[in-house]
């Protein structure tokens, strides 16, 4: 395999890393809760097309108007998903992370402060839920700024974590240029975190797990 090759397919291999975990703990989980109802893709939100990504509809093809059905199936989300799972892990006394989209937690105030209260870790999720694949880096920076500053004036802090999960060629390369994040999650090739370097800067990766 030539060095030039950008891919990292072999990771730690057989050499498995020794992880001594806080408290002696066995095994470190991060469970995570997605909000991003309100930020997908809708004419009402400037798009031009409706959203067709991770809905109950096989085969959704995108609409140059107003779908419906489309948008009631996020709205259950943000207007019984979120209750129904938020009130499971305080009953169990279970922590979560909240990957936030910054646009979708500024439309729901309830929410935010239900995340508040219960002191939630709260990482970014990114400005909007779209795919950045084909978005101009400049935009997708853009974006980033709004998505931090979203969750700094909402819960007090700037975020920590970072996620966009439809993320782009240029999404690395502009969390480790921001310099605030301490770990980054778009990643789906290990079990264990790792860490990637670009330069003379190092990245925390925590791999999402689905």
């Known amino acids: 395999m030539k060095k030039s090759y950008p891919r990292n397919m072999i990771g730690y291999g057989a050499k498995i890393p020794k992880i001594k975990w806080p408290n002696n703990a066995k095994l470190a989980l991060q469970i995570v809760l997605n909000y991003e109802e309100g930020s997908e893709n809708c004419v009402l939100h400037g798009d031009k097309f409706s959203e067709v990504f991770l809905s109950e509809i096989i085969g959704a093809r995108p609409i140059k108007g107003r779908h419906i059905n489309m948008e009631s199936f996020y709205e259950y989300g943000s207007r019984r998903g979120f209750w129904r799972i938020h009130e499971l ?85 502009l969390v480790i240029e921001e310099g605030g994040f301490l770990y980054d999650s778009d990643s789906y090739s290990d079990d264990f975190p790792y860490w990637e370097t670009r330069g003379k800067k190092k990245q925390l990766i925590i791999p999402y797990t689905l």
């Open 89 to 173: 892990f305080q009953e169990k006394k279970i922590p979560l992370t909240i990957f936030g989209v910054g646009m979708a937690l500024k439309k729901n105030n309830d929410v935010c402060d239900a995340i508040k209260q219960s002191n939630y870790e709260v990482a970014s999720h990114g400005w909007r839920w779209i795919d950045y694949q084909n978005i101009p880096r400049a935009t997708e920076k853009k974006h980033m700024q709004l998505a931090i500053q979203s969750i700094k004036k909402i819960f007090g802090q700037r975020p920590l974590g970072w996620y966009t999960g439809r993320c782009s060629p240029n999404t690395r390369d």
